[in-house]
């Protein structure tokens, strides 16, 4: 009679525990709650798991316009200027929060309260479009002296 020999096969893979993340992320993207007319702002982390890359705009229905802007103190005095680009480099947080770089939202077609979802679509140079729905919430008025 002739003995089977069964062969256990332990096979070992070499998997990574997590793999590796890709692309671009954002996270904890918020808009702040506006009168319909006025401007309201977005705020958001971007996380890039890319290579280098740059946040090139960013489009929003819901507004006139869409700017990029950075906010900095100079002689105690809030000052603003728009940004073209905002690099991304690759492995790196980069945060767009209140004081600091955010998004105009310019000319609001219609009153933004919380609880509203308004769809933003974010550009890159290499990356492909980011479609967000972002929350919108009540938040400090930065802006009360902005213009625009
Ligand atoms: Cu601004």
Redesign the pocket.
């Known amino acids: 009679m002739k003995k089977k020999s069964i062969v256990f096969f332990s096979i070992f893979l070499l998997v990574a525990a997590c793999a590796p993340k890709e692309g671009i992320e954002i996270r904890d993207a918020w808009i702040r709650t506006a009168l319909q007319g006025g401007n309201s702002?977005l705020y958001f982390v971007i996380h890039n798991y890319s290579a280098d890359d740059e946040l090139v705009g960013i489009s929003a229905e819901i507004a006139d316009a869409a700017?990029m802007?950075e906010?900095s103190m100079v002689d105690d005095v809030m000052q603003?200027r728009m940004v073209e680009s905002v690099p991304l480099a690759s492995g790196e947080d980069v945060e767009f929060a209140s004081g600091g770089l955010?998004v105009?939202l310019i000319g609001v077609k219609e009153e933004l309260k919380a609880g509203d979802t308004v769809e933003v679509v974010l550009h890159f140079k290499n990356s492909v479009d980011i479609r967000l729905q972002v929350p919108v919430q009540e938040g400090a008025d930065e802006?009360g002296g902005?213009g625009g």
Do not use: D
């Open positions: 702002a700017e802007h906010s603003m955010h105009m802006h902005h």
